[in-house]
């Protein structure tokens, strides 16, 4: 990745015209969620790690209030005045440049703009894109204005950007494995308190790595049945509160407010498909727990079971699995060498996740390409399989990036 760090800062200076000197660079990861499949946004309990792929934003401070980006993954360029932010524009990446802007001038002042080229280093889908971006667009204008911003609040900014930005009623899950993890460890998450513990294995790192295979799906989660189910599940919430008699806030009802005990006892009165999002987010729960402990202990095949208990419950319970994304992870499921899968992101696009052993690369390349494709001849050339290691946290990156052979 050096090298293609140093051809977006070459290509940051030919098209600004700025000195390598200015030229900055962000690193924001992408993120896997082992366990805690679609329970953020209801408060609940969630494990992420960042991967060893990320979002790369070469940045330069202008001397005027333009921000002006160039992608090399998607065709044209982007502008704006920080004094006039345009609002969303449908299926425009440059939103999330805009979005970042306008959420850090809801509590800071933002003196100068910057221009900037921003790269992807995976396609695009289920593992947190749209998060790695939007916080890479954070600490770049947070680099240029000379503002100190601590992970909690960029955390708080992120969720500007989707939830009041673009429109997307997601949690806090994303944003902040890619902001608070460390490489080797699990990020475990208590979503309604914000508590997060950095979680050591005692397996041994050449026991396991983490497969993504992306699906050649493509779609935004704001076009997609996400935010249906984030409403069924305040539904769900609302119902258990009330008919329990327990005090409710207008319109802010979520799972996580509803003791296990209660679910237990009113949960066969909730409607269809109210019944199943319950459900899904009472047993993941309880699996995020169980697959804190067994990750803790090296137990890796226990986990890789857990993972496909979730994934399983995402497909019946959740109803999240869009064709394309079930036969992936019914095929991940019973492919050689891997511990267990489950989609990734909302799983109505994207890709599946995945624990494997290192030593099965093979066998799991030549597994899936022999199923996958067949099953779904639309996605032949263009899904992927990729083996990926833990990664630290979003950062600033210090110095030149190291070309040598």
Same mark, same amino acid.
């Given at each position: 990745?050096?090298?293609q760090?140093q051809?977006?800062?070459?290509? !940051?200076?030919?098209v600004?015209?700025c ?9 924001s ?5 082992? !366990? ?6 209801q408060?609940?309990?969630?494990? /992420? ?8 934003l070469?940045?330069?401070p ?5 921000? @002006?980006?160039e992608?090399e ?11 006039a932010?345009?609002p969303?524009t ?16 809801q ?22 894109s749209?998060?790695a971006?939007g916080?890479?667009y954070?600490l ?7 503002l100190?911003?601590?992970?909690a ?5 992120? @969720?500007?950007?989707e ?16 902001l ?8 475990y998450?208590?979503?309604?308190s ?14 396991f790595?983490?497969?993504?295979v992306?699906?050649?799906?493509r ?7 996400y935010n249906q ?7 769900a919430?609302?119902?258990l ?12 009802a ?20 109210l019944d199943?999002?319950a ?16 990750w ?6 226990r ?6 208990d979730s ?7 959740y ?5 394309? !994304?079930?036969?992936? =992870? @019914?095929?991940m499921?019973?492919c050689?060498?891997? =511990?267990?899968?489950r ?5 109505? @696009?994207g ?5 494997s ?8 390349t030549?597994?899936? /390409?022999e ?14 399989i ?15 990036p190291?070309?040598?052979?």
């Open positions: 990745m050096d090298m760090v051809l977006l800062r070459d290509r !940051l200076k030919a600004s015209g000195d390598d000197s200015e030229i900055r660079v962000v690193c990861p992408l993120r896997v969620s082992p !366990l805690g499949a679609h329970v953020d946004h408060n609940g309990l969630v494990t /992420g790690m960042a991967l060893d792929r990320a979002i790369y070469a940045f330069a202008r001397a005027d209030r333009q921000v @002006r980006v992608s993954n998607f065709p044209g360029g982007m502008a704006f005045s920080l004094d932010i345009p969303r449908d299926q425009d990446w440059g939103n999330y440049a805009r979005g970042a802007a306008q959420a850090l001038l509590s800071h002042q933002l003196r100068v703009g910057m221009d900037a080229v921003v790269l992807g280093s995976m396609p695009i889908g289920g593992l947190s749209s998060a971006v916080v890479a954070l770049a204008l947070e680099a240029v204005n000379d100190t911003v601590s992970p609040e960029n955390i708080e900014l992120d @969720r500007y950007i939830n009041v930005y673009l429109g997307l009623k997601n949690g806090v899950l994303d944003q902040s494995v890619i608070l993890s460390d490489r080797d460890c699990l990020t998450l208590d979503c309604s914000m508590d997060t513990i950095k979680v050591p294995t005692a397996a041994d790192p050449g026991e790595e983490i497969l993504v992306y699906s050649g799906v779609k935004t989660l704001v076009g997609t049945d189910r984030v409403t069924e599940c305040q539904q919430a609302q119902l509160l009330e008919w329990s008699g327990m005090p409710t806030a207008n319109g802010a979520r799972l996580r407010q509803v003791p296990a005990e209660v679910y237990q006892d009113l949960c066969n009165r909730l409607p269809v498909p199943r999002r459900r899904h987010f009472f047993t993941e729960l309880q699996r995020v727990r169980e697959g804190v402990e067994a803790r202990a090296g137990d890796i095949g986990l890789g079971e857990l993972m496909r994934g399983s419950s995402s497909v019946y319970n109803e999240s699995g869009s064709p394309h !994304l079930t036969s992936l =992870y @019914r095929i499921c019973d050689p060498g891997v =511990y267990g899968a989609f990734s992101g909302g799983g109505f @696009r890709s599946c996740i995945g624990l052993h290192p030593d099965y690369r093979d066998e799991i030549a597994y899936i /390409g199923r996958y494709p067949i099953a779904h001849p639309d996605i032949a050339d263009c899904y992927s990729h083996f990926c290691q833990s990664a630290e946290a979003a950062h600033v990156m210090n110095g030149q190291d070309i040598s052979p």
